[in-house]
């Protein structure tokens, strides 16, 4: 069974420039997250989704951001315009929908450089 | 204030002896569930153990142990005869509540495994 895959595993864009991550969860996961860790500090929650809806984006930075998730499939991050404090890496995490454990899977996360 | 708190930033221990990584959290909800993270220098995240509040027995996963100490809200890792693959970095998070579903993660404790 794959896993949970990210693209791309790194870019390089200007300040202004827009750029869009994907992640393609588990087959079968209904919920998807968001996280990222900006150098030095601690991975932090961005958004939710369970199937194609929001359930939680508390942690969404700003208006800049904006987290798609078409056909509860795949889902994208777009940020634009990029500003240098949006530098660090972007994870993606899925689970099942179920009680207990609900263990997150992650991907291996997009590091994004601002410059 | 910080939910989860890791005070070691880095650890260096000898191979085959066992190692303590402290993680403490704060939180009101009675019911929480806490997990340690692995990630190694490849950056995939792989999930290693779990443990909920009303766990009534600590959590054990191979050479991995969790040392959930509910009154002192600690929850450490414990692994038993490190290897040089345990080299990594290790983050212990929680996920707060029977609704939520984010993990809020602490700052990570970077371990060097010597031969």
């Known amino acids: 069974e794959a896993g949970v895959t990210q693209f791309p595993s790194h870019s390089v864009i200007e300040k202004g420039q827009t750029v869009t991550l994907r992640c393609d969860p588990i087959?079968?996961?209904?919920?998807l997250y968001w996280y990222r860790r900006v150098m030095g500090k601690e991975i932090k929650f961005l958004l939710h989704f369970v199937k194609e809806s929001k359930q939680d984006e508390s942690g969404m930075p700003n208006n800049r951001f904006l987290a798609e998730r078409t056909g509860g499939t795949y889902s994208t991050l777009k940020v634009q315009p990029a500003e240098l404090e949006d530098s660090g890496v972007y994870f993606c995490?899925?689970?099942?929908?179920?009680?207990?454990?609900?263990?997150?899977?992650f991907g291996p996360g997009t590091r994004l450089t601002v410059l | 204030a910080q939910k989860i708190t890791q005070t070691q930033p880095g650890m260096f221990v000898q191979e085959k002896e066992a190692v303590t990584l402290d993680c403490t959290y704060d939180t009101s909800d009675p019911s929480y569930g806490l997990f340690w993270y692995k990630q190694p220098s490849s950056g995939e995240m792989i999930f290693l153990i779990y443990?909920?509040?009303?766990?009534?027995q600590n959590a054990t996963e191979g050479r991995y142990s969790l040392n959930f100490q509910k009154a002192r809200k600690s929850a450490n890792l414990v692994i038993s005869a490190s290897q040089l693959g345990d080299s990594a970095m290790y983050f212990c998070a929680m996920r707060e509540g029977t609704l939520a579903q984010k993990l809020v993660f602490g700052q990570g404790t970077r371990l060097t495994i010597n031969p």
């Open positions: 995490a899925s689970s099942q929908q179920r009680q207990g454990t609900n263990e997150q899977f």
């Open positions: 443990q909920g509040s009303y766990d009534q």
């Open positions: 087959s079968g996961h209904d919920n």
